[in-house]
């Protein structure tokens, strides 16, 4: 398809460029006459096609490429149409996790931001704890796949082509463990995560780290974190100033972030939830209903940095009311932060996540909240990516040019055109984990894709957790739908070779170990000899497999610095598969008289059960779906 473009084009015409080759159109004077036109109404689309001529009518920059994908989309039949759309928030857009491993490489990131340009997205947050360069400061960010200076300011201009507003998320007070866990550092460490506050170096630090990850982009906004910072005061800060109040030294030390930030001219923002927690009757709950924060906490908290409410749960309107009703005290910006589940697990959580967005956002809209945005993070190693989350990207860009809740099928539709994918085929990623025994929708966050791939077949220790389930039958089911539904042309299918060859271990292993107890239990040991000759070496080829495939795809999108975690893992579940033949073999051929793993009575991995709890259960970390034993013990010298 040839279009040609009338109107003024000059800053239009390199984001044209970048995404002309995506999507198979040129420019050319013989093409289809298409009028642009910026109007004055920073807030209306129209986008149609009449009598052989198109337009398009914007307000902002980003809007023109929503537009240029609505055009295609409709037009490409030639057929006439006429669309007309308000933008609902003036700000919208997703927030990438580079800290836990992936960090996605200049090229992936440009990919994920022609993806954003057709949705008509207009900002992207970048997470980064230490994985940003800072100069005297060699061990920020250290063999973590850090970003240049000259990197981010690349992400940024490409950004910019569409009128995305890119800009940093970084942490000035807690969750930096991986930086402050290098020795030569710890003049900086109040305990293995937070910040060691009130102190010269660490105010330096902060400066640093302020300058190193603003410069880079054109945004003047910086979020600067703050969040769960529970053991903040409380380490080495508690031995040299004694017991003070955890929202004294917060405030303090806010003060000091934010006139660092105010000198650069800089507008910051900060995750909410230290605040409402220290205002809780336990100070650690942040959705408790009953919460109101005292007015000398009030008068004391600074006004010139944004609030950003996260919730990733709720599905009632009543949830987010209340919650947004308990901030508007503070007297500062409010913004919210919903989610895209992709955190610890291979899938994607669509059943929480499109429920829990499509209320949260409608209620934003009611409430006034004009900035907003999607959080996928990427907890405990990263097995996901943010591309499997395009369809929950979708439901927030939809949602951000529509007063109602989008037609899932409309929503169907776009999602096809923007990213290539069918809708159905994104759903599939949340059966991964919406098993049988799972709540509706895994409210619950259930995570068995995730706990029944790492956890050891001679241990067990699900087992109990999913007893009678008929997990094995259920990923072959989907192990063949997701086969059957492939699009070997669309550029983003190889998304779907790690699901699907998940599937594919899970269909054998998921019950390998109530089997193998089973026979142990009745002294079958014929059964047991097939384990240790057939059934496990085939579990041990199917996670060879998945291993190859998740290489192929975490090299294609993400720097290599982070992949040495999932081989480790990897071949963890490897080599335990071979003992536990080993120990079977030793067993069946009568070298041992029992198999102590096997003599352990099976216990439920949650104290309570498991649909009133996390569904068919929930673990946030491997080393404790992988052992009960410690996988290290660590003396925090201060």
């Not at 009128?163 to 007070?173: C, K, N, V, Y």
């Not at 005292?294 to 004391?300: A, Y």
């Not at 998921?510 to 026979?519: D, H, M, R, V, Y």
């Amino acid at each position: 398809m040839k279009f040609h473009f009338k109107g003024e084009m000059t800053e239009l015409m390199p984001g044209i460029q970048a995404l002309s080759q995506e999507l198979g159109f040129s420019v050319a004077d013989d093409g289809l006459t298409v009028e642009v036109h910026q109007s004055a109404d920073t807030d209306e689309l129209k986008i149609g096609l009449k009598q052989g001529a198109a337009y398009i009518h914007y307000g902002q920059k980003h809007q023109f490429f929503r537009g240029l994908g609505l055009l295609l989309q409709h037009g490409i039949h030639g057929e006439a149409f006429d669309l007309r759309e308000k933008q609902q928030f003036d700000t919208i857009g997703p927030m990438f996790d580079l800290s836990r491993n992936a960090v996605l490489t200049v090229d992936s990131f440009k990919l994920m931001l022609n993806k954003m340009a057709l949705m008509g997205l207009n900002t992207v947050m970048l997470y980064m704890e230490d994985t940003y360069a800072i100069d005297g400061e060699p061990y920020f960010g250290y063999m973590r796949g850090r970003y240049t200076q000259a990197e981010l300011k690349m992400i940024d201009d490409y950004a910019d082509q569409f009128g995305i507003e890119a800009f940093p998320s970084i942490q000035t007070l807690a969750h930096l463990e991986e930086f402050l866990k290098w020795q030569p550092v710890w003049e900086y460490r109040d305990t293995k995560g937070a910040l060691l506050v009130g102190e010269n170096q660490t105010d330096h630090l902060i400066g640093k780290m302020i300058e190193a990850a603003s410069s880079p982009f054109r945004s003047r906004k910086i979020h600067i974190g703050m969040d769960e910072a529970e053991e903040l005061g409380r380490g080495k800060y508690l031995d040299r100033n004694g017991y003070r109040s955890r929202f004294d030294i917060m405030t303090e030390h806010l003060e000091k972030v934010l006139d660092y930030s105010r000198r650069r001219g800089l507008k910051p923002m900060m995750w909410s939830d230290m605040f409402l927690k220290l205002a809780s009757d336990n100070g650690s709950e942040y959705y408790d209903k009953e919460t109101k924060i005292p007015e000398e906490m009030l008068r004391r908290i600074p006004k010139d940095v944004d609030m950003v409410y996260w919730d990733y749960v709720h599905m009632e309107p009543a949830d987010y009311e209340k919650s947004i009703a308990q901030h508007r005290p503070l007297g500062n910006n409010l913004v919210f932060a919903g989610a895209v589940w992709i955190f610890n697990t291979f899938g994607v959580n669509y059943g929480l996540s499109l429920n829990a967005s499509n209320t949260a956002l409608q209620v934003c809209k009611k409430e006034g909240i004009r900035e907003v945005y999607a959080t996928m993070w990427g907890d405990d190693g990263n097995e996901g990516n943010p591309f499997a989350a395009l369809l929950g990207l979708q439901l927030y860009a939809e949602h951000a040019y529509s007063e109602l809740e989008p037609d899932r099928e409309y929503l169907a539709e776009r999602v096809k055109f923007c990213t290539g994918i069918e809708a159905n085929a994104f759903l599939q990623l949340k059966d991964l984990d919406e098993t049988p025994g799972s709540e509706p929708d895994n409210r619950k966050q259930s995570n068995p894709s995730k706990f029944l791939l790492y956890q050891d077949v001679l241990l067990g220790l699900f087992d109990k957790q999913i007893e009678g389930l008929e997990m094995a039958e259920h990923y072959e089911q989907v192990e063949r739908k997701m086969s059957s539904s492939r699009n070997k042309d669309a550029v983003l299918d190889y998304l779907f070779d790690v699901p699907e060859k998940l599937c594919g271990v899970l269909k054998l292993k998921s019950t390998i170990g109530i089997e193998l107890k089973q026979a142990y239990d009745s002294k079958d040991k014929e059964t047991l000899r097939h384990a240790a000759t057939v059934s496990l070496p085939a579990i041990a080829e199917a996670v060879r497999e998945l291993r190859n495939a998740h290489r192929i795809q975490w090299l294609r999108m993400f720097k290599p610095f982070g992949w040495e975690v999932l081989d480790i893992r990897y071949g963890g579940v490897i080599n335990r598969l071979d003992t536990a033949t080993y120990r079977l073999l030793d067993y069946v051929e009568d070298r041992i008289e029992r198999i102590e793993e096997l003599e352990q009575e099976r216990l439920l991995y949650s104290s309570v059960n498991r649909f009133e709890n996390k569904g068919v259960g929930w673990c946030s970390y491997y080393y404790r779906m992988a052992s009960p034993n410690a996988f290290f013990h660590v003396i925090n010298p201060f």
